[in-house]
Every structure is written in structure tokens, then in C-alpha cells.
């Protein structure tokens, strides 16, 4: 299994970028998508998860603001992120927990981190 992820660029306060993460491989099903970012200096924090069934939890700095969102027929999960705030600046990373098509066991996978950076 591997983890594709694109999107992260450099905007400024205000601007949109759209992060996502695919998976390939032996899949036979993903549970939990999800995202989480580090920034420099601190540890690394959940941003959105949302469930095989469309259930989404946000953290309280990015409600309002961000979107996660997951096609289960593409293996794929998407953070559209509105609004961005010179905080919000951080490597990115996706966490998927995937059952394997040999198995059916579920791991936890997680992604290349993606930089996020909005100037102010």
C-alpha cells in the first residue's frame, strides 16, 4: 500500500488551497481518513478525520474553514482549505487506516507530508 499525496503550495492570508491523498495498492477497504499537520517546533495536531460512513470531526482552528471529504471508489480523501491564516502554515500529512485485500487486517498508514505556507 502507498500513499500519494499533492496539493500544498504557498498562498497568501485568505487564499484556498485543496490537499489530496490517494491510496494504491492491495486495498480492500479504508476506514478513517484523515488529516493532521506539524508546524515547525510543535507537535503534530489533527486537522479533520472523516469516516467510512461521511461522518467528519474538525479541530476548533480550522471549523468553518476547511472541508475533508473522501471518495471511497478512488481511495482518495481531500482537505479543501478556505480562508487560510499565516497559522495554518505546516507540513501536511493524511492518515488512512486501510484493510488489506490479503488479510482484511487494518493498519494505520500515513502519507508524505505536503508544505502549507500563507504569508501575510
Known amino acids: 500500500v502507498q500513499l500519494q499525496a499533492s496539493g500544498g503550495g504557498s498562498v497568501q492570508t485568505g487564499g484556498s488551497l485543496t490537499l489530496a491523498c490517494a491510496g494504491s495498492g492491495s486495498i480492500f477497504s479504508i476506514n478513517q481518513m484523515g488529516w493532521f499537520r506539524q508546524a515547525p517546533g510543535k507537535q503534530r495536531e489533527l486537522v479533520a478525520v472523516i469516516t467510512s460512513g461521511g461522518r467528519t470531526t474538525y479541530a476548533q482552528p480550522v471549523k468553518g474553514r476547511f472541508n475533508i471529504s473522501r471518495d471511497n471508489a478512488k481511495n482518495t480523501v481531500w482537505l479543501q482549505m478556505n480562508a487560510l491564516k499565516p497559522e495554518d502554515t505546516a507540513v501536511y500529512f493524511c492518515?488512512?487506516?486501510?484493510?488489506?485485500?490479503?488479510?482484511?487486517?487494518?493498519?494505520?498508514?500515513w502519507g508524505p507530508g505536503t508544505q502549507v505556507t500563507v504569508s501575510s
Open positions: 492518515n488512512l487506516y486501510i484493510a488489506g485485500s490479503y488479510d482484511r487486517q487494518t493498519e494505520n498508514y
